[in-house]
């Protein structure tokens, strides 16, 4: 059985949950080839392991693959619809094809019936994607995201190097890993970095500008986009992690893969009431309001190490590894409904 993820989201760019799925599929002996969005033709296929391979001429590697019913595409763009129907016709073959749902954008929705249409089986990452799609009678299962808890869990563990964007940053650091994307409630992040001139904390936001520009005068700490293995050295720093989340139909269906990290590491978390973190709300410091959020983040520095256990504990049980074994279960049910269909 082999996998395609057809070209999303390019491998290096931020590793997200397709990456973080297709390398754990691919340590469980399944071929996977995983196909970049930025197309280089003139690129042979990479090989990053004995089983994952990056494709960076997705029209030569699909006109040159078989696809039959052994062949599984992985989708988490609706928007692949069109495409993959074509390649089944094509191919004259049935594929599976599983539609995991991972977001709510506004400009997606158009192409959302016809995937369900399409797939064989729904993947959703979160409670309220998962109400939304058990109405289309196809199988739906809920996979949240997970930790990569190896990776993050080591800043408890070992004296990470010290950023050098953050080498003269003194006193506490309140941090945000993520895009920041029009779902980030800017004027919360303004009020913090402002309330911070007085607290005595920085706000640091590491990750890359995706249409929420921030005020030139607010007092924040914008690094980019950093490659994801030295992520773990800039969470080091974080005296307390935050999910300022505004409250809109895309953040309201999402849950943060962020959020597992941020776990993983043992720093307190403080967010916006979106309806994933509100079910971890023993473990998170949720705030309604921007008075409240300073707040929590003012109590959060104080007892940094209040629940600590408890959170690193929920991480490890959450790990990506625990998700694939229901990713895989997906898969060999797909199958086996599959099989069924055709004989």
């Known amino acids: 059985m ?3 993820y057809p070209p999303t989201i390019d491998w290096d760019w931020m590793v997200q949950r397709p990456q973080q799925i297709c390398r754990r599929l691919a340590e469980r002996g399944l071929d996977v080839f995983y196909c970049n969005a930025t197309q280089r033709p003139w690129l042979p296929p990479e090989k990053l392991s004995q089983r994952l391979t990056i494709i960076h001429d997705f029209q030569k590697y699909i006109q040159a693959e078989s696809i039959d019913q052994d062949t599984v595409f992985w989708v988490s763009w609706p928007g692949h ?41 729904i993947v959703t ?47 506490p650091v309140v941090g945000f890993l993520g895009a920041l994307g029009p779902w980030i409630d800017v004027k919360l992040l303004t009020a913090l970095a402002e309330e911070g001139l007085h607290g005595g904390w920085k706000v640091v936001l590491v990750g890359p500008p995706f249409g929420a520009p921030l005020p030139r005068e607010a007092p924040i700490i914008s690094v980019g986009r950093k490659p994801y293995q030295v992520l773990p050295e800039y969470v080091a720093r974080f005296n307390a992690c935050i999910l300022p989340f505004a409250m809109t139909p895309t953040s309201i269906a999402s849950n943060p893969i962020k959020l597992y990290d941020y776990l993983a590491t043992g720093k307190p978390v403080i967010a916006t009431p979106i309806p994933e973190v ?10 309604e309001d921007a008075p409240g959020f300073i707040e929590l983040v003012r109590h959060a520095l104080r ?28 898969i060999r049910a797909s199958g086996m409904a599959k099989t069924r269909r055709i004989y």
């Not at 993959?84 to 997606?108: H, M, N, T």
Request: net charge negative.
């Open 125 to 171: 990452s979160s409670q309220p994607l998962y109400e939304r799609y058990v109405s289309y009678g196809k199988p739906v299962t809920l996979i949240r995201n997970g930790a990569d808890f190896a990776l993050f869990n080591q800043v408890t563990k070992a004296l990470m190097p010290v950023p050098k964007e953050l080498a003269a940053v003194d006193g």
């Open 303 to 330: 007892n940094p190490k209040d629940g600590m256990e408890q959170r690193i504990a929920f991480a490890r049980a959450n790990s990506w590894e625990s998700r694939v074994d229901q990713v895989v279960e997906v």
């Open 2 to 4: 082999k996998i395609i």
């Open 81 to 121: 619809c069109e495409l993959i129907g074509r390649l089944c016709s094509a191919s004259g073959q049935k594929p599976i094809v599983i539609y995991d749902a991972v977001d709510d954008f506004p400009e997606w929705r158009k192409y959302v019936d016809a995937m369900v249409e399409l797939c064989d089986a």
């Open 278 to 287: 509100l079910i971890l709300s023993h473990l998170v410091f949720v705030a």
